[in-house]
């Protein structure tokens, strides 16, 4: 199981001490001959075993830690965390909610398994991999998956092609277990959604807004609603249910807007919901009409720090433009999922594009990921999410 160590520079084993789970390719000492994915043990220059993880050559983070202190992970650490995922998904009340069968089951390092992510849809689980050593776990966390949710597993489906795209690692998409449902479909906050787990975006629905889904339908009642990067409608949705004169949902896929349509006329909204196929940017600069409420809700502008400058002025215009069509007292929600690009970064781009527009903001709520996206306090980089809602004066 463990193919041997890594050893550390002097000094470089701070971090670990303190529980942060990466180790940078530039704090390890001498030649490394380890292969992608291999299980290594990690050791100070002192020789004081830190923890154990996943290898990555030829990247900034070259170790992940699933396991820190000098014991040796047990054969059944994976079915053991699984299980301690799952309880805490039992605990917030999402393990068996009728009116919820969409939630993350694991979180990366936010539950102990870093280079992992499975989303849970009624039943099918969705895996995706970021990290080799993860990938190679995959039919071990299929059955430990059955093991935990016996006949309440239906499906189990590896999704980590898209993610180990830069792998040596020939990853290839498909069911580990059980087969395609004859509907893709699942429940939040009991509205129904047609999800694309095989072939849309990530594991096919963005499960991170559930909250701030709820918050919009909350504030929705009588208002228009312009739902901007809308993939197949989620937002869309909460303002439908919740009595929103009118919704257009705006994206450029069509496909996406396809799903946005089904899943309108799936919950019998279709007499209010309108698609827009275009360019956010472009549509946001020649707005045809006034909205009450406007969603922006992009993907990531940012993966990495080199282009935060590139994304901090991407987030600036489209706020800009947004703000500067809105009317006296409209409401904007407004995210970045860009992990290089922090809290404070975000709400100090959304200053100066309501500077930009000439317009005063206030803010009503700050968001986040929810409660199934767990964020390690050791590992304050697993909070990626961070959203505004801003009232334009």
């Not at 206030?362 to 929810?370: A, G």
Request: hydrophobic share 40%; glycine share 8%.
């Amino acid at each position: 199981m463990i193919k041997g160590d890594i050893i550390l520079k002097a000094r470089k084993e701070q971090s670990l001490l303190r529980f942060h789970p990466w180790v940078f390719s530039g704090a390890i000492g001498g030649q490394v001959n380890f292969q992608e994915g291999d299980f290594v043990r990690v050791v100070a220059a002192s020789g004081q075993i830190l923890g154990y993880g996943h290898f990555t050559p030829n990247t900034s983070i070259a170790v992940r830690l699933t396991h820190f202190g000098n014991e040796e992970p047990s054969e059944n650490w994976i079915r053991e965390r699984l299980q301690s995922a799952y309880d805490l998904r039992e605990q917030i009340g999402l393990a068996d909610n009728p009116n919820t069968n969409t939630y993350r089951l694991v979180h990366a390092e936010g539950d102990l398994l870093p280079g992992l992510i499975i989303d849970h849809y009624d039943g099918v689980f969705v895996i995706q991999a970021h990290s080799s050593g993860m990938y190679q776990l995959r039919h071990k966390i299929s059955e430990a998956l059955q093991e935990i949710y016996g006949n309440r597993c239906k499906a189990v489906f590896d999704k980590s092609a898209e993610t180990l795209a830069k792998s040596k690692l020939v990853a290839e998409n498909g069911y580990l277990f059980g087969s395609s449902p004859e509907t893709h479909q699942a429940k939040e906050n009991g509205l129904e959604f047609r999800i694309d787990w095989e072939g849309g975006q990530k594991t096919g629905f963005f499960i991170d807004q559930r909250e701030s889904r709820k918050l919009l339908g909350e504030m929705s009642k009588g208002k228009s609603v312009l739902n901007t990067f809308s993939y197949t409608g989620g937002f869309s949705l909460y303002a439908l249910q919740s009595g929103a004169t009118k919704v257009h949902s705006l994206d450029s896929s069509a496909r996406a807007l396809e799903i946005a349509n089904e899943n309108a006329a799936l919950n019998g909204y279709s007499d209010r919901h309108d698609i827009i196929q275009a360019d956010a940017v472009q549509y946001l600069k020649n707005l045809g009409e006034e909205y009450d409420i406007i969603v922006l809700d992009p993907p990531a502008f940012a993966k990495h720090l080199s282009a935060r400058h590139q994304a901090v002025q991407g987030y600036k215009r489209i706020n800009s433009l947004a703000m500067r069509q809105m009317k006296p007292g409209g409401l904007l929600f407004t995210f970045s999922c860009s992990q290089a690009v922090d809290k404070q970064l975000f709400n100090s781009t959304i200053v100066a594009a309501a500077i930009e527009a000439g317009r005063k903001v206030r803010i009503l709520h700050q968001l986040h990921q929810p409660a199934d996206h767990p964020v390690s306090a050791f590992h304050p980089e697993g909070e990626y999410l961070k959203g505004l809602v801003v009232r334009v004066d």
